[in-house]
């Protein structure tokens, strides 16, 4: 067959043949100090940033935005992205993007404004850099320390896994 034969797959076949794939995204919000913001689930043992699951038909950064508004009660506008991560699939799970934007520094006012929803956080406290790792998972911990890195270069950074992308 020479390449003006070649056959096309319907659109609606095309895309129903790709891969599936969860989206999540989370702001890096700190203290005057420097440390980081993370949020205390009750559904899992480890803290993470606020944030949550990409809804249909939203955009990652709204999302960020809606998930700082439910669990923190400060409705804000994020920052620029830090950091972009590729999460492999795991058993019973699609692989899946994380997107972090910077949250900003919160003052004072804004840190005495949260308020959490007892139903989903058991609460929220600041860490520095280098005590964020006890608190999280091990990916989440990486993710953090190269969005922190991000941050501090002016730069993005594109992850595989939480670890810089080859």
């Known amino acids: 067959m020479n390449s003006g034969d070649a056959e096309f797959l319907p659109p609606e076949v095309y895309f129903a ?3 599936r794939k969860w989206m999540g995204a989370g702001a890096l919000c700190r ?3 420097g440390r980081v913001l993370l949020v205390d689930p009750v559904y899992r043992d480890t803290w993470g940033l606020p944030g949550g699951a990409v809804e249909a038909a939203e955009s990652p950064q709204a999302a960020c935005r809606r998930e700082v508004a439910e669990e923190l009660g400060l409705d804000r506008p994020v920052g620029r992205v ?3 991560d590729w999460v492999p699939s795991q058993p ?3 692989e899946g993007l994380i997107v972090v934007y ?3 520094v919160l003052a004072a006012s804004d840190i005495a404004a949260i308020t959490v929803p007892a139903s ?3 609460g929220f406290a600041f860490f520095r850099p280098d005590q964020v790792p006890a608190r999280v998972t091990p990916l989440a911990a990486r993710r953090i320390a190269a969005s922190l890195d991000a941050l501090a270069a002016g730069t993005v950074t594109s992850l595989e896994d939480g670890a810089p992308g080859t």
Do not use: H, I, W, Y
């Open 82 to 84: 830090l950091a972009v």
């Open 92 to 94: 019973g799970r699609p």
């Open 102 to 104: 910077d949250g900003g």
């Open 17 to 19: 043949s790709l891969a």
């Open 120 to 122: 989903e956080l058991a």
């Open 31 to 33: 203290d005057a100090a």
